[in-house]
C-alpha cells in the first residue's frame, strides 16, 4: 500500500501514475486515521511518501517508489531493480529528496505541497 499526501497536488498526481503503469498495490489517502491505523510515522510521511508491504514493513522515499514499482508489470518492476540497485540506489534518495523539498513549484505543486520544516528545526 503506497500513502500519499492528499493536501499536495503533485504527489496525488504522481501517485495517480502508480495505477496507470499498472502497478497492483494499493494507492491510498495518507489521511491521519489511516496513517494511525497503519502504523506510519505522520511527520515523517509528509516528508516522505511511505510504503507497506504485505507483511507491514515500511519503506520510505525513493524505496517506496520502487517498492510501488515492483508491484506492477515486468518493465515497472525492472525500474524497481534498477532504482534500488547499489549506487543507484543512493542517487535515487538524493533526487527524492531534492523533488520533495521542491514539490511545490513542479507541475501540479501549490503551496500546500510545500515541505513542512524538519522536526530539528
Do not use: N
Request: some cysteine; overall charge positive; glycine content about 10%.
Amino acid at each position: 500500500m503506497l500513502l500519499y499526501d492528499p493536501d499536495c497536488g503533485f504527489c496525488t498526481r504522481a501517485a495517480g501514475w502508480v495505477g496507470k503503469l499498472g502497478c497492483e498495490c494499493a494507492v491510498v489517502p495518507g489521511l491521519p486515521a489511516t496513517l494511525r491505523a497503519s502504523g506510519v510515522d505522520p511527520d515523517r510521511a509528509r516528508r516522505e511518501i511511505p510504503f507497506i508491504d504485505e507483511h507491514g514493513r515500511v519503506t520510505w522515499g525513493s524505496d517506496a517508489v520502487a517498492s510501488a514499482l515492483a508491484t506492477g508489470p515486468l518493465p515497472t518492476r525492472l525500474a524497481a531493480r534498477v532504482l534500488m540497485a547499489r549506487g543507484v540506489r543512493e542517487v535515487a534518495q538524493v533526487v527524492y529528496r531534492l523533488v520533495a523539498r521542491h514539490r511545490h513549484r513542479l507541475p501540479g505543486g501549490t503551496a500546500v505541497c510545500a515541505m513542512p520544516p524538519a522536526p530539528d528545526a
